[in-house]
């Protein structure tokens, strides 16, 4: 069994900071820094471009997706590194309309991340007037799914209520349709149990500074499934996407398999530092993760509404149907959140009404439960979050 004890001694975690927002940005492990250090001093500093051979930069999109790929229930050879989510929403919802040329509309649910739906009313504009995305409510995405539909993008996990949508039945029934079905795993990855080689999925993509704690502006995955790796057309053809880069052929053929799905330079500091975070995870199962998280968000949940009746639960009361985290409304919800993190509790806030707790076993423990719902039950009690600071609105919430 992991020692959750030594995981979390792997993370630099802020004196008096009671940290529950994991799910929106990882902690820092301290090999991040270190190998940030060694990248940029002892590589970049060092061998200067010869860092692209002599130090693996070249490989590392592919040699840290694999790492990936472990964590999401993907084969080897099938994730590669670079970009952020949104380009590879657009790379994954692109290859996928081009394998469904006679259909024209892409399903999604008004619970998606915004992103996802922005990218895929763009791209879809940009193809034609005929093209369409339709939006439906989370528990109605099964039933819209017909002959019409090419492609269903969908989040596993709902970035605000934590509601989670079933990977395999969903999938199952858009081939069913004769749709693809194409999964973003923002806040899946690190978090929850995911098989998307056995659940069948297209397409998944996922963001790396959240449950994996690659930091912030960390680089994004995408997975191709196998019946689709040398198939599917990259809309965005860079030249790491080519299959000979340094040819320098005027005319783009794709690369071999998931290398087709490279686009520009990557990122070599960021993939290191996200390398390095991927350690934590050395000997450790998402399964017993999760079952972690069960139990502390199942305590937090218990505690809060033992104590704090003028919230309400938002999120699935069942553990199983849920993600890693745990929402609560409130009519004030942004001002008690600013309360809650000025006392060291640090959640954060969703419009209109959504105070978020994310559960990131790795570093976070039945202390981090007891001493947020004894914040909370404070700040509620005694009015302190209806001070006029915590009303004023800053830049990210």
Not at 8 to 20: E, I, K, Q, S
Not at 179 to 191: N, P, T
Request: aromatic content about 8%.
């Amino acid at each position: 069994m992991t020692d959750f004890a030594a995981t979390r001694a792997l993370f630099h975690l802020p004196d008096g900071v009671t940290y529950l927002d994991g799910n929106s940005l990882g902690a820092m492990p301290f090999a991040a820094r270190e190998r940030a250090r060694t990248v940029i001093e002892d590589e970049w500093g060092e061998l200067l471009i010869r860092g692209w051979n002599q130090a693996g930069w070249m490989v590392a999109p592919g040699r840290v997706g694999d790492r990936i790929a472990r964590l999401i229930g993907a084969p080897a050879g099938s994730v590669t590194m670079g970009d952020t989510l949104s380009i590879k929403v657009y790379q994954a919802l692109a290859a996928a309309l081009s394998l469904r040329p006679d259909r024209r509309v892409v399903l999604s649910d008004s619970g998606n991340f915004p992103t996802d739906l922005y990218i895929a009313a763009g791209l879809l504009r940009s193809l034609g007037s005929d093209y369409r995305l339709k939006v439906v409510a989370p528990e109605e995405v099964a039933g819209a799914i017909d002959a019409s539909v090419a492609a269903v993008l969908v989040t596993e996990v709902d970035y605000r209520t934590g509601r989670r949508h079933d990977m395999p039945a969903l999938t199952a029934r858009a081939h069913a349709k004769g749709a693809l079905a194409i999964w973003d795993l923002a806040h899946s990855a690190g978090a929850l149990p995911v098989d998307v080689a056995g659940g069948g999925a297209d397409f998944a993509v996922g963001c790396t500074y959240k449950y994996l704690n690659g930091g912030p502006g960390a680089p994004a995955f995408i997975h191709v499934g196998d019946a689709h790796r040398d198939m599917a057309l990259p809309a965005l053809s860079g030249w790491m996407g080519h299959a000979d880069p340094f040819a320098f052929a005027v005319d783009y053929e794709p690369g071999r398999g998931i290398e087709r799905m490279r686009v520009g330079t990557p990122p070599v500091i960021a993939l290191a530092v996200l390398d390095a975070a991927l350690d934590a995870w050395n000997g450790v199962t998402v399964a017993e993760v999760h079952a972690a998280s069960i139990r502390l968000s199942e305590a937090f949940i218990a505690g809060v509404e033992a104590e704090c009746p003028a919230l309400e639960l938002a999120s699935p009361r069942d553990p199983l149907a849920r993600g890693s985290q745990v929402a609560f409304r409130h009519p004030a919800g942004y001002a008690v959140m600013q309360a809650l993190i000025a006392g060291g509790v640090i959640g954060d806030f969703r419009a209109p009404d959504i105070l978020r707790f994310g559960f990131a076993p790795l570093y976070n423990g039945m202390d981090d439960v007891d001493r947020a719902v004894a914040a909370l039950t404070c700040i509620l009690r005694d009015g302190s979050w209806d001070a006029p600071e915590f009303h004023a609105r800053q830049a990210v919430t």
